[in-house]
T-cell receptor, first 113, second 115 residues
């Protein structure tokens, strides 16, 4: 596609439920990043994929968070047993290899009630 | 641990004014520094990227400088316009073993340019 696509754009979920957030990167971009932007906080790095492998998962805040990437393309970020502090905008970015030119998606706004 | 700070958190100026946004970082071991723009409900748009060996970059009315040794960068916006209203984010890419391309962001400066 022309840009990085994220779905859903908005998600409201009840505390304790699991959610899946999807990122569809630019075709051919091998590097994919997930970030989280909480109210009053800067963007926090979550995880980096190169192809289907994740050499850097250092930003995942707890074992409730996991992510996978298949076919070197679409990535899914899963949050299990959601908590209110998980409420944030989750942004995905992709780039060719891990070069400097990143393209960000518009994000998924997650609200846990 | 690398930390990025942006001052001020918010700024309101009349149209036509020149302005400076500030960014500081605690670890000078950076690969590069980028300035992004974020509009409400949108993703980030890259404005300028400065490699660690460079001192400044310019694009149109925007000029970004980098002083790596002192851990500072500034974004200068000339002749501001209402369309410049947005949140401006500074981000550094760490160098060394942490260089996976991940970025460390500041919390941003929200700019309002009044007509």
């Amino acid at each position: 596609g022309a840009g990085v696509s994220q779905s859903p754009s908005n998600k409201v979920t009840e505390k304790g439920k699991d959610v899946e957030l999807r990122c569809d990167p630019i075709s051919g971009h091998t590097a994919l990043y997930w970030y989280r932007q909480s109210l009053g906080q800067g963007l926090e790095f979550l995880i980096y994929f190169q192809g289907n492998s994740a050499p850097d998962k250092s930003g995942l805040p707890s074992d409730r968070f996991s992510a996978e990437r298949t076919g070197g393309s679409v990535s899914t970020l899963t949050i299990q047993r959601t908590q209110q502090e998980d409420s944030a905008v989750y942004l995905c970015a992709s780039s060719l290899m891990n070069r400097e030119s990143y393209t960000f998606g518009s994000g998924t706004r997650l609200t846990v009630v | 641990k690398q930390e990025v700070t942006q001052i001020p958190a918010a700024l309101s100026v009349p149209e036509g004014e020149n302005l400076v946004l500030n960014c500081s970082f605690t670890d000078s071991a950076i690969y590069n520094l980028q300035w992004f723009r974020q509009d409400p409900g949108k993703g980030l748009t890259s404005l300028l990227l400065i490699q660690s060996s460079q001192r400044e970059q310019t694009s149109g009315r925007l000029n970004a400088s980098l002083d790596k040794s002192s851990g500072r960068s500034t974004l200068y916006i000339a002749a501001s316009q209402p369309g410049d209203s947005a949140t401006y984010l500074c981000a550094v890419r760490p160098d060394g073993s942490g260089n996976t391309g991940k970025l460390i962001f500041g919390q941003g400066t929200t700019l309002q340019v009044k007509p």
